[in-house]
Nanobody, 115 residues
Framework: QVQLVESGGGLVQAGGSLRLSCVASGNIFSVNTMGWYHQAPGKQRELVATITNNGRTNYADSVKGRFTVSRDNAKNTVYLQMNSLKPEDTAVYYC?????????WGQGTQVTVSS
């Protein structure tokens, strides 16, 4: 099992920035993909960004150029730097870890962007 704990969500004005963090613990393998999804009210959970253990990244088109995903393998931590936030970025953000064909999820952290 892998446990994921997110932090860093909150309320910010449009154009502002937030940084999310997610610490993984438990039975962690060196080869894994970590990342972030978000879910707005009434909508499906969607990919935001992922990063492999060797640093390959993937972003949703809606966040390219504004968000940056990174990780610290020594700390089993993944980050999401969110800049130029928009009201449509408002959602619960979930950390995810994929390894050995299993996907683990954090409990989620709320991000609210006011206009």
């Amino acid at each position: 099992q892998v446990q994921l704990v997110e932090s860093g969500g909150g309320l910010v004005q449009a154009g502002g920035s937030l940084r999310l963090s997610c610490v993984a613990s438990g039975n962690i393998f060196s080869v894994n993909t970590m990342g972030w999804y978000h879910q707005a009210p009434g909508k499906q959970r969607e990919l935001v960004a992922t990063i492999t253990n060797n640093g390959r990244t993937n972003y949703a088109d809606s966040v390219k150029g504004r968000f940056t995903v990174s990780r610290d393998n020594a700390k089993n931590t993944v980050y999401l730097q969110m800049n130029s936030l928009k009201p449509e970025d408002t959602a619960v953000y979930y950390c995810t870890s994929q390894q050995l064909s299993r996907t683990y999820w954090g409990q989620g952290t709320q991000v609210t962007v006011s206009s």
